[in-house]
Antibody, heavy 123, light 106 residues
Framework: QVTLRESGPALVKPTQTLTLTCSFSGFSLTTSGMCVSWIRQPPGKALEWLALISWDDDKYYSTSLKTRLTISKDTSKNQVVLTMTNMDPVDTASYYC???????????????WGQGTLVTVSS | SYELTQPLSVSVALGQTARVTCGGDNIGRKNVHWYQQKPGQAPVLVIYRDNNRPSGIPERFSGSNSGNTATLTISRVQVGDEADYYCQVWASSTGVFGGGTKVTVL
């Protein structure tokens, strides 16, 4: 079955760089149409899409956060990594990774999600 | 940038029908997906591409999309349907989520 799990530091200091890893199983990012997104949710607030990487290594980023984000994949390890630079307390949120299995097509719905990891930015 | 507008809250009596709207410029031309999120849990896909239900989602959940409004409809609402609901589209190769609607069952 498809599973995704986020991992990374629970606490980062302001100005530091955050590195999050999404480890997945049950599918391969070498399969045509497969993509992984990162999405975050500040406590009590709405979901915010951050970035996406596709099976053919296309990368897309949130317009407002583009300068701070980098997404990459390691297909041999079944992992997707997101880095976010210059962290600020407003970046405190639960960070989720989610799969898309219909990339390149009409849909691109997030059909499987990880449980999320809470990252707090504080000195 | 593209924006999606949802009502903050919708209240519905047990067993009645709840409708959650998602407004966006010509949203009828886009594929709309809906996610359900219960407290402390990750979102779950309940409707994809306007009106399709993933396996395991009850037939009580349905969707429509036309003009400037997409709608998630929950028929015969149950206590377990109480949750936050988010619509989502893609615009200019970026993902966009609505602000979320809290559905309360009375």
């Amino acid at each position: 079955q498809v599973t995704l799990r986020e991992s990374g530091p629970a606490l980062v200091k302001p100005t530091q760089t955050l590195t999050l890893t999404c480890s997945f199983s049950g599918f391969s990012l070498t399969t045509s149409g497969m993509c992984v997104s990162w999405i975050r949710q500040p406590p009590g607030k709405a979901l915010e899409w951050l970035a996406l990487i596709s099976w053919d290594d296309d990368k897309y980023y949130s317009t407002s956060l583009k300068t701070r984000l980098t997404i990459s994949k390691d297909t041999s390890k079944n992992q997707v990594v997101l880095t976010m630079t210059n962290m600020d307390p407003v970046d405190t949120a639960s960070y989720y990774c989610a799969r898309i299995s219909s990339g390149g097509g009409a849909g691109m719905e997030h059909d499987y999600w990880g449980q999320g990891t809470l990252v707090t930015v504080s000195s | 940038s593209y924006e999606l507008t949802q009502p903050l809250s919708v209240s519905v009596a047990l067993g009645q029908t709840a409708r959650v709207t998602c407004g966006g410029d010509n949203i009828g031309r886009k594929n709309v997906h809906w996610y359900q999120q219960k407290p402390g849990q990750a979102p779950v896909l309940v409707i994809y591409r306007d009106n399709n239900r993933p396996s395991g989602i009850p037939e009580r959940f349905s969707g429509s999309n036309s003009g400037n409004t997409a709608t998630l409809t929950i028929s015969r609402v149950q206590v377990g349907d109480e949750a936050d609901y988010y619509c989502q589209v893609w615009a200019s190769s970026t993902g966009v989520f609505g602000g979320g609607t809290k559905v309360t069952v009375l």
